[in-house]
Nanobody, 122 residues
């Protein structure tokens, strides 16, 4: 079972991107899923998480009202719609999964994708 992110790229401030996390293996269908991001020299930062059926979501204060996390269990996919992007959103974005309740601590997650780079120019 593995996770694979896609959809990153270069965008101007104010623009939008949609990240996709594809999961292989049925084990992730019932797992909470999360997005984190990381810039060089800094710790991995929580962005958003969604519970197993998509009914509950939670966001960091820095992205609330601009980003939307969603999932499609039939396709075993999780998405992060990012609107009104800012230069400070520039980072490598990672998809994560864990067994149990969703949390905001990266140390709680034991399944990670390889990351996708998002760069926002001013």
């Amino acid at each position: 079972a593995r996770l694979a992110e896609s959809g990153g790229g270069l965008v101007q401030a104010g623009g939008s991107l949609r990240l996709t996390c594809a999961a292989s293996g049925l084990k992730f269908v019932g797992y909470p899923r999360a997005w984190f991001r990381q810039v060089p020299g800094e710790e991995r930062e929580f962005v958003a998480h969604v519970n197993w059926n998509g009914e509950r979501t939670y966001y960091s204060e820095s992205v609330e009202d601009r980003f939307t996390i969603s999932r499609d269990n039939a396709k075993n996919m999780v998405y992060l719609q990012m609107n009104n992007l800012k230069p400070e959103d520039t980072a490598v974005y990672y998809c994560a999964a864990r067994l149990g309740s969703a949390t905001t601590d990266a140390r709680d997650y034991n399944h990670w994708g390889q990351g996708t780079q998002v760069t926002v120019s001013s």
